[in-house]
T-cell receptor, first 111, second 112 residues
Framework: GEDVEQSLFLSVREGDSSVINCTYTDSSSTYLYWYKQEPGAGLQLLTYIFSNMDMKQDQRLTVLLNKKDKHLSLRIADTQTGDSAIYFCAENRGGADGLTFGKGTHLIIQP | EAQVTQNPRYLITVTGKKLTVTCSQNMNHEYMSWYRQDPGLGLRQIYYSMNVEVTDKGDVPEGYKVSRKEKRNFPLILESPSPNQTSLYFC???????????FGSGTRLTVV
């Protein structure tokens, strides 16, 4: 199976909260990340969480980590049109070999 | 401005014609990586480097080479490009390897 899994699409109405989910399989992952990719652009690091934490909040973004279930989520409060993008979950197992990414979730904002 | 710079942004080439995609970072980062992004497959790592003269294969290294002669540069070399290497390529760098990578803007390569 894949190392990191995400749903491919999520559609929400402007002003609602968006919750993007991710599951990973490697329990040795030390850091978990959320990246945002806008059309035609590179990846922008949104936030990351260390594996000994279970929650991290940064303005409209809330990251929840359930280590037991190997489940990571990103909640975006008051979703705006500028949040429309692909969101990638990624894990780093503590080695030097970079990140393992999920396939990305396309967040679609309805007016 | 702290950044990762890739060149070119767009490239169309023919099968078998050697090409190099350059990547440079100005943040004195130790770790650098190359990824390719394909529809339905997400990002897959091609090669990574932990420091000067230290490189290793990622998940999809076949058909690619890299070098790390200086800390700031990490070029991706395609000795004999083939159409299945048509993709969007990203270079990324990190100071510690764990606290997030900074990505370049991408290079869209088409091999005909």
């Amino acid at each position: 199976g894949e190392d990191v899994e995400q749903s491919l699409f999520l559609s929400v109405r402007e002003g609602d909260s968006s919750v993007i989910n991710c599951t990973y399989t490697d329990s040795s992952s030390t850091y978990l990340y959320w990246y945002k990719q806008e059309p035609g652009a590179g990846l922008q690091l949104l936030t990351y969480i260390f594996s000994n934490m279970d929650m991290k909040q940064d303005q409209r973004l809330t990251v929840l980590l359930n280590k037991k279930d190997k489940h990571l989520s990103l909640r975006i409060a008051d979703t705006q049109t500028g949040d429309s993008a692909i969101y990638f979950c990624a894990e780093n197992r503590g080695g030097a070999d970079g990140l393992t990414f999920g396939k990305g979730t396309h967040l679609i904002i309805q007016p | 401005e702290a950044q990762v710079t890739q060149n070119p942004r767009y490239l169309i080439t023919v099968t078998g014609k050697k090409l190099t995609v350059t990547c440079s970072q100005n943040m004195n980062h130790e770790y650098m990586s190359w990824y390719r992004q394909d529809p339905g497959l997400g990002l897959r790592q091609i090669y990574y480097s932990m420091n000067v003269e230290v490189t290793d294969k990622g998940d999809v290294p076949e058909g690619y080479k890299v070098s790390r002669k200086e800390k700031r540069n990490f070029p991706l070399i395609l000795e004999s490009p083939s159409p299945n290497q048509t993709s969007l390529y990203f270079c990324a760098s990190s100071l510690t390897g764990v606290q997030g990578y900074t990505f370049g803007s991408g290079t869209r390569l088409t091999v005909v």
